[in-house]
């Protein structure tokens, strides 16, 4: 490999490190607004103006707190979980592609690969569940862990119509085959693919354990589930792994069933302006997801945990089979 | 540099296999076989076989070893207990487990010899060829494998329901 194209890569990398670290920050301070506004109170206000000083507040409580350990614990696991589940979290954000050319590595199983990654990132959960010796964390873990099964196999079901749209497991490529019109609107892959959609987001929201499916740490009945004998930075390494992973999956939406980096409105701002157009949509798109991830916090009440399986299972997956069976009809007879 | 990762990678696999053996809790044991089966699918990735390692990644680390740790969380299942091992094993063992695996490699060289070995990248790894594979060349075995896998899922539901 010659030295030039790792330098770039490890450029590219750290940059999107950063962005990432301080999109993950501002997402909790952007969550506690919206969600403070929903109910009718101010949320931050006190450090810095309009609390937008809170997160660095956060983040220097979070560090300068006592690292504590309880005794009983399985001292590796416990250790391993947090790191396992940033590690994952921060590892699909390889191939997603933020813009033309703005991307880590375009891997031709970009697909793949994310959903390779996601499926690993329960293990962070399982672990500190087990390894916490504590019955309120190992019920978090393996309600996870069953939640996460369910999910995961609408999510790869809701996906498959969009890759028949497409033709190509690259997320690059998915992204290029959105391109253009149908009349008014985009050739983006909401519209016909509306039903997969629909099941890929709900099963996006499980999988980030989000309200309304929030079970593994469900407060009322678990204290905190899997996380609840971790504290200080240990701690902070699961709540960033949790936001990371909203943004993941707003990502992936955007570039699945959004058309990405693609404008719905065609832009007429001189050439230097124009390469920042793309990045300007993507983020757009991603903030809109988010903001509706906060949207159904603030709105919806928790699942009970027999009505999110029978939900998966009876509803979710059914749906998006008949989805992907009368998509690869419709493909089938226009061939 | 690829020989540089194969090394790693191909260490680690056996690295963490031999831990699967000594561990003796079943959660450990069930981590190092998806250390193991993380290793192999570097392996596929550096032979170029793209789709084969993300799909190992996401059936076996992801799916298999899951419902694994699952059901022994659930089981929760204790510290094994080291037994007296007999005393053919412990003069026998090593030996045999030489003889055994020098017969494995000298077939395997005998049958594959240096210039016919596979290289780094040699396989094509694209998604479609595989699937052409599948869909056209292999159809027949491919629908008696789903048939058989869903008569274990039946079998498995009725084992599961209760006696009425």
């Known amino acids: 490999m010659p030295l030039p194209f790792i330098v770039i890569t490890l450029i590219k990398a750290i940059v999107v490190l950063i962005v990432l670290m301080t999109v993950a920050a ?90 390779a990654i996601s499926s690993m990132g329960v293990y962070g959960i399982v672990l500190a569940g087990w390894a916490s010796n504590s019955k309120y964390s190992l019920l978090g873990g393996l309600r996870s862990s069953a939640q996460m099964i369910s999910y995961e196999l609408a999510i790869s079901l809701s996906v498959v119509g969009v890759l028949l749209l497409g033709g190509s497991l690259s997320l690059r490529e998915i992204v290029s085959a959105q391109s253009g019109v149908w009349g008014l609107v985009p050739r983006w892959n909401v519209f016909p ?86 990045l300007f949509w993507f983020s757009l798109k991603v903030v809109l997801f988010l903001f509706v991830y906060v949207w159904i916090r603030g709105t919806l009440p928790r699942f009970r945990y027999d009505q999110l399986m029978s939900f998966g299972w009876k509803f979710l997956v059914p749906l998006a089979l008949i989805n992907l069976v009368v998509t690869s009809f419709v493909i089938a007879l226009r061939a | 540099m690829y020989a540089a990762f194969f090394f790693i990678f191909a260490g680690a696999a056996v690295g963490f296999a031999i831990n699967l053996l000594i561990q003796r809790h079943p959660v450990y044991s069930a ?45 929760n299942a204790g510290e094994e207990e080291r037994t007296q091992r007999s005393k053919l094993a412990r003069q026998a063992g090593a030996p045999l487990l030489l003889i055994l695996l ?33 869909f056209r060349e292999f159809l027949l075995p491919f629908e008696v494998v789903s048939v058989l896998v869903l008569i274990a899922i039946v079998g498995a539901v009725v084992l599961a329901r209760k006696e009425p």
């Open chain 1, 26 to 115: 501002y997402l909790v301070w952007f969550e506690r607004k919206i969600v403070a506004r929903i109910q009718n109170r101010w949320g931050p206000t006190r450090v810095g103006p309009f609390g937008l000083l809170q997160p660095l507040a956060d983040a220097i409580k979070l560090l300068t707190k006592e690292d504590f350990t309880p005794a009983g614990v399985f001292r590796v696991p416990y250790l391993l979980a947090p790191a396992l589940s940033l590690t994952v979290a921060l590892l699909a954000f390889a191939v997603i592609p933020f813009g033309p050319g703005f991307q880590i590595a375009d891997l031709n199983i970009g697909l793949l690969f994310i959903l």
């Open chain 1, 193 to 278: 693919q509306l039903v997969g959609f629909f099941c890929f987001f709900i099963a996006a929201i499980a999988e980030t354990n989000r309200l309304p499916f929030d079970l593994p740490e469900a407060e009322t009945e678990l204290v905190a589930g899997y996380h609840t004998e971790y504290s200080s930075m240990k701690f902070a390494m699961f709540f960033i792994a949790e936001y990371t992973n909203m943004v993941t999956a707003s990502c992936m939406a955007t570039i699945l069933f959004f058309g990405g980096w693609h404008g719905p409105v065609p832009s007429f701002l001189p050439a230097p302006l124009q390469a920042v157009v793309p």
């Open chain 2, 31 to 75: 981590l190092s076989l998806i250390g193991v089966m993380a290793s192999l699918a570097s392996l596929y990735l550096m032979l170029g076989a793209e789709f084969i390692a993300a799909v190992q990644v996401i059936v076996y680390a992801g799916a298999v070893m899951v419902l694994f740790i699952f059901v022994i969380m659930l089981l």
């Open chain 2, 102 to 134: 020098s017969l494995v490699a000298t077939v395997l060289y005998k049958q594959f010899p240096r210039d016919s070995m596979v290289q780094f990248g040699d396989f094509p790894g694209q998604t479609a060829p595989i699937g052409r594979l599948l």
